[in-house]
Each structure stands twice: as structure tokens, then as C-alpha cells.
């Protein structure tokens, strides 16, 4: 066992412990903040791969803008002042069991599959690369998210500015 | 079996996964079933960066992982968007007790 390894475990530890407490915690603001460990150790995972480049992304993104959004709308649609910000659960039970045999169905695919590998050398930096791709290959999805983007800046503004008459 | 290999980024992704599916179903609130759904994405990100690193495809998954976060980003905006007018119409945003397309 290596140090790769370890630090794999390390960030697959943190994630999964963080998940759990996500779904699982009473408070939704305790599922917010467990959710900025989950999106760290998933960033961890993607640097472990090779993927520099994706995880300073999850980063900036989730990190810093998925994860504020969402406190955002914690904050606006809970009545801080007067309730707490306790949020049921439904349907423990029958979720429980029918998410651990999903899980066990996947995870048994994931390890019985013969996957064919092929251990390429983690490159030194992804961005030249994904870079050149964004402006050849990919082109025309590159165009296409940045006018579903700005679609969705004008939409989420003008769906949540909208007044009562 | 103790070496990290493509099996382990797997098992993590679909133990993520089915977090963010047990998320889902059981919370009431409808952030929490937003958080579920980005544990869900960031699960099949695993899934697409670590077959960019193990399988025989060359780096194309890690731009589809990219393209996935712009996705993720443009979700979130909208469904808050559209949690907070239901907060305004409802004052609640518990997804088994809004049943109603018109108030």
C-alpha cells in the first residue's frame, strides 16, 4: 500500500462519511456544510485521476457557487427568526432497503465486470489539453452551454423576480 | 486487490450515487432533494474522469465531466428559482405537501 493509495482511501473516506451525514442530518444547514466536505474530497478524487484541471473547476464551481446558491435558498425559505431549520424525512425504511440492494447491484456489476484497463500516465497538466478540444472538437457544445448558461441566468432571474399582481 | 485501481473510483461512485438517491427519496425538503441530485452528479463525474483515466476512450471524459458542472450550475439556479416562488406561493417547500400546479 502506498501513498496513493492512502490518500485515495483518505478522500473516498471524507466523501462518503460526508454523504452520509448530508442525507442523513436533521438540520438542513449541518447538510449544507457536510456537502462542502463531500464536493472537497470528490475534487480530491478527480486530482488523484489526473484531472487537475476538473477539480480546481469543482472547486471554484460547486465549491463556491453550487454550494452558496443552495445556502441561499436554505436561508430564504426557512422562517429562521420563529422555526428551526429541521426538515423531515419520509419513507425511511423501504428507501434503506431498496437503496442498499441498488447499491449492491451496482457495486457487484462495477466489481465482477472484466473491465478492459489500460493504466495511462497521469499527464503533467490537462488544461492545454482540454483547452484545444474546447475550441476543435467540441466546439459546437462549447457554443451550445454558453447559450444554455446565459438562458438559465435569464430564466432564473425572471422566474424568481416575478411579483405577485 | 489492495492496489487503487479503476474498481475502487467505481465503488465510491456508486456508493455516491445511491446517497444521493436515498437523498432524494426521503427528504421532504426540496433543497435537500437538490443536494441529493448534485451528489448524483458528482457520482457519474467520478464515473466519466475515471474511465478518461483507465479505459481506452483518450481524455474525452474529463471534458464531458466539464461539461456536466456547467450543467449542474444552470440546474441549481433554476430549481432555486423556482423553490423560491413556491416558498412565496406556498410558504413551505415540502415536496409532499405542494400537489397544487396553481394556487
Known sequence: ?165 | MLQVGLTHFLIVSTALFSLGIYGVVTRKNAVMVLMGIELMLNSANINFIAFARYGNFGNGGQLVALFVIVLAAAEAAIALAIVLNIYKTFTNVNVDEIDNLKE
Open chain 1, 1 to 165: 500500500m502506498n501513498i496513493y493509495d492512502l490518500i485515495f482511501y483518505l478522500f473516498a473516506i471524507i466523501t462518503l462519511v460526508s454523504a452520509v451525514f448530508v442525507v442523513t442530518s436533521k438540520n438542513i444547514v449541518h447538510s449544507a456544510f457536510n456537502l462542502l466536505f463531500t464536493f472537497f474530497g470528490v475534487a480530491g478524487i478527480y486530482a488523484l485521476l489526473g484531472a487537475d484541471f476538473i477539480a480546481v473547476v469543482q472547486l471554484l464551481v460547486y465549491v463556491g457557487g453550487i454550494l452558496i446558491l443552495l445556502l441561499f435558498g436554505v436561508m430564504l425559505t426557512n422562517k429562521i427568526t420563529n422555526v428551526d431549520l429541521r426538515t423531515g424525512t419520509i419513507h425511511i425504511v423501504p428507501a434503506a432497503i431498496g437503496v442498499g440492494m441498488l447499491w449492491g447491484a451496482l457495486s457487484a456489476i462495477a466489481y465482477k465486470t472484466n473491465w478492459i484497463k489500460i493504466d495511462s500516465p497521469i499527464p503533467n497538466s490537462t488544461a492545454p489539453f482540454l483547452g484545444r478540444m474546447l475550441i476543435t472538437d467540441y466546439v459546437l457544445v462549447f457554443e451550445l452551454l454558453g447559450i444554455l448558461l446565459l438562458i438559465a441566468l435569464i430564466g432564473a432571474a425572471s422566474i424568481a423576480r416575478r411579483e405577485k399582481e
